[in-house]
């Protein structure tokens, strides 16, 4: 079965950085897209990211410039670098795939298979 375990949040001071990990199992993420979604308190979830299988990379133009997601196939990992980070960035980070084709959007319908979520906080 499909799992993603999320890892590298923290706190850390506006300006700062953190990387993101999720690490997949019983899948094969190359072949489908990989996103990275957020959620802030009172807010809805917010597509950050998105990797197709061609390793093409989209971002919401909140994060872009600042975010930079990236891939280890032989660890079957998908990373999101944060950097620059702001207060607004605080939230509960969660990675997910599904298992189909099509572009990948930064839409949480699309997807059907998530992780726990990795909390971020970011302070001024």
């Known amino acids: 079965q499909v799992q993603l375990v999320e890892s590298g949040g923290g706190s850390v001071q506006a300006g700062g950085s953190l990387r993101l990990s999720c690490a997949a199992s019983?899948?094969?993420?190359?072949?489908?897209?990989m996103g990275w979604f957020r959620q802030a308190p009172g807010k809805g979830r917010e597509g950050v990211g998105t990797?197709?299988?061609?390793?093409?990379?989209t971002y919401a133009q909140s994060v872009k410039g600042r975010f930079t997601m990236s891939q280890d196939t032989a660890k079957n990992t998908v990373y999101l670098q944060m950097d620059s980070l702001t207060p607004e960035d605080t939230a509960m980070y969660y990675c997910?795939?599904?298992?189909?084709?099509?572009?990948?959007?930064?839409?949480?319908?699309?997807?059907?298979?998530w992780g726990q979520g990795t909390q971020v906080n970011v302070s001024s």
């Open positions: 997910a795939t599904r298992r189909r084709g099509g572009l990948c959007r930064l839409s949480a319908a699309d997807y059907t298979y």
């Open positions: 990797i197709d299988s061609d390793g093409v990379t």
């Open positions: 019983g899948y094969t993420f190359s072949r489908y897209c």
